[in-house]
């Protein structure tokens, strides 16, 4: 079974930064689409960015476009998401998640899902 364990969340100020990390391990038999996702309670959940690992194309929605970038280090089967100006929107639970072939963006469809880090952004 796919795992994936996030971390680097935590407690910013408005334009700050963080870069949250998705470790992945177990059998994905080849290439994956993993994405970010984010959800505050009450609200539905949002797909962020994804990134293919079979060629490393990226994915985001519009509102993170410039300030979120989606990387992966395959040496280390961990995927990236760099957090750069953010706002307080940018406050959730932020998740990656796996899907056993090519991404489906905007659909966000996954087969594994990891625990959340939680991001809070002040203002």
């Known amino acids: 079974q796919v795992q994936l364990a996030e971390s680097g969340g935590g407690s910013v100020q408005a334009g700050g930064s963080l870069r949250l990390s998705c470790a992945v391990s177990?059998?994905?038999?080849?290439?994956?689409?993993v994405y970010w996702l984010r959800q505050v309670p009450g609200k539905e959940r949002e797909g962020v960015a994804a990134?293919?690992?079979?060629?490393?194309?990226?994915y985001y929605v519009n509102s993170v476009k410039g300030r979120f970038t989606i990387s992966q280090d395959s040496a280390k089967n961990t995927l990236y998401l760099q957090m750069n100006g953010l706002k307080p929107e940018d406050t959730a639970m932020y998740y990656c998640?796996?899907?056993?072939?090519?991404?489906?963006?905007?659909?966000?469809?996954?087969?594994?899902r990891g625990q959340g880090t939680q991001v809070t952004v002040s203002s």
């Open positions: 998640a796996a899907y056993l072939g090519p991404c489906r963006w905007p659909d966000y469809l996954f087969h594994y």
């Open positions: 990134i293919y690992t079979g060629g490393g194309s990226t």
């Open positions: 177990g059998p994905t038999y080849g290439s994956i689409c």
